[in-house]
């Protein structure tokens, strides 16, 4: 019978959930559902001096947004200290793991003495074979593993491939510290055990800590999970990430306007393929995704890419209800005055002439607000620069043309402008730019004809009338 497939994602309640976070959360969650498995949350809260209860928010709620629900209860692994220890002693008492009576100053002083021989700095193992009745008084003892010396030890990795470590460059590693309490390298042995996880799922950085958890593992007697470790993420200009690249929590690129489907899309596509795919549903990435998928190479960052794949998914959006729904905070913000029920209706009619331009949420809303702006405008540089004075001269006439037309409508609009750009010898846009420049204080917009119509024959016409000379 084939092992049920049991992920996890457990970051450290220190801080947001950032890129990198997000995307090992989404790879252990998209291969669950792939293997119609379970995703499991733990928080790895054992550091309680950094531990931060607003972190711990933070990551739900990135989660949330991103769509990765989690099965179960989420796991506290402060709360499992007790079974850590248990399973420390227990190594204590099968000789696996002894004490170490070592104080911080011997501990220094091992440490630069191997520096200066330029050996690894680790510990030396004086205590590994000595008995307690040597211990010094008033040092309490930590519990060490009694870690291999010899042989090697080989991590099978579905993205590294074999990864082979010496046993003598790892040390004996602290399994309790003095005052009793476990250290993470324990922690995440016992609690991956525990949670049935099968494969771990995460960050290259943590190559070395597998090959001693490994170890660990094998000495309890328990079964080795299937490591998958995939590369980090880099900036642009291949640096390792940080927040000029846009290492940033979850939340703050959901207040820059992009979607969750087009991040989810985005960090897929961050270390992980299907043939030349770019735009893929989530329903495909679960169906497609596989760890035969993810890449070696460091995965680059770039913002301009997410940008594409933002304006993609907006457009995507079928409903204009749920994109007005999306701006309208922003817009009311901005308007310090909440939108009538009419003003929420013409949003809902122009909403498919603004979403094929937008790249985010924020400018979606920003490129709206004309439409519910009050008089006098304000007027970007491009826009004062297109109002020229022989500008303002072609918009008294439009304002003369407009007020006596006796059909508002798109192609009574259209006629009267072109015929009028005929009698003058103008090109249209000689038109349109003043007019576009006058309705909405911009030098874009969806076209002239839909943006009279929207504003009304009166609001239009008293909007061009206070560009005109």
């Known amino acids: ?128 074979d000595r008995d ?38 790892l040390d004996d590693m602290i399994l309790l510290r003095a005052d009793g309490s476990p250290t993470y390298m324990l922690s995440v042995v016992v609690d991956d055990h525990d949670m049935g996880v099968t494969h771990v799922i995460r960050g290259d950085d943590h190559l070395t800590n597998a090959a001693r958890q490994a170890q660990l593992i094998l000495a309890i007697g328990w079964e080795l999970p299937v490591y998958a470790h995939i590369p980090l993420i880099h900036g642009a200009d291949g640096a390792k990430l940080s927040k000029r690249h846009g290492a940033l929590g979850v939340e703050a690129y959901r207040d820059l306007g992009y ?79 909440s939108l009538t029920e009419k003003e929420i209706s013409l949003l809902l009619v122009a909403m498919d002439e603004f979403k094929p331009r937008a790249k985010n949420i924020n400018g979606l809303a920003e490129s709206t607000e004309f439409l519910f702006a009050s008089r006098p405008l304000t007027f970007i540089a491009k826009a004062e620069k297109i109002l020229s004075p022989d500008a303002r001269k072609i918009l008294a006439d439009v304002v003369e043309l407009l007020n006596n037309i006796s059909s508002w409508d798109v192609e009574a609009l259209e006629i009267e402008i072109r015929t009028f750009a005929e009698a003058k010898d103008l090109k249209l846009g000689k038109i349109a730019q003043p007019i576009r420049a006058s309705l909405t204080g911009n030098n874009v917009s969806p076209g002239i004809y839909d943006m009279l119509i929207w504003l009304g024959k009166e609001e239009s016409l008293a909007r061009l009338k206070e560009q005109a000379i």
């Not at 087009?262 to 893929?280: Q, V």
């Not at 596989?290 to 190479?297: A, E, I, N, Q, V």
């Open 1 to 128: 019978m084939t092992k049920k497939v049991i992920t996890r994602f457990a970051p450290s309640p220190t801080g947001f959930l950032h890129i990198g976070g997000a995307r090992t959360a989404l790879f252990n969650w998209l291969y669950a559902r792939h293997c119609n498995g379970e995703f499991q949350l733990r928080i790895e809260d054992t550091d309680r001096k950094r531990y931060n209860e607003d972190a711990v928010s933070a990551i739900y709620d990135g989660m949330s947004w991103l769509g990765l629900t989690h099965d179960g209860e989420v796991v506290s692994q402060y709360a499992r200290r007790a079974r850590h220890a248990e399973i420390a002693n227990e190594l204590l008492t099968q000789g696996k793991a002894y004490q170490c009576y070592c104080s911080p100053q011997e501990l220094k002083e091992m440490r630069e003495t191997a520096r200066a021989e330029g050996r690894p700095m680790g510990y030396d193992g004086r205590w590994r």
């Open 259 to 337: 979607l969750p489907s087009a991040m989810k899309n985005y960090l897929l596509r961050l270390g992980w393929a299907h043939g030349d795919d770019e735009t893929i549903s989530e329903q495909q990435a679960i169906q497609w995704f596989g760890l035969d998928g993810l890449g070696k190479s460091p995965s680059r960052f770039d913002f301009a890419k997410l940008e594409n794949l933002n304006g993609f998914y907006i457009r995507e959006v079928e409903s204009n209800e749920t994109l007005v729904n999306t701006c309208r905070p922003l817009i009311e913000k901005s308007l310090a005055r």
């Open 132 to 169: 307690a009745s040597e211990a010094p008084e008033g040092v309490q003892p930590v519990v060490r593993f009694r870690s291999p010396n010899e042989g090697e030890t080989i991590i099978k990795d579905q993205v590294q491939g074999d990864v082979t470590v010496a046993n003598a460059q």
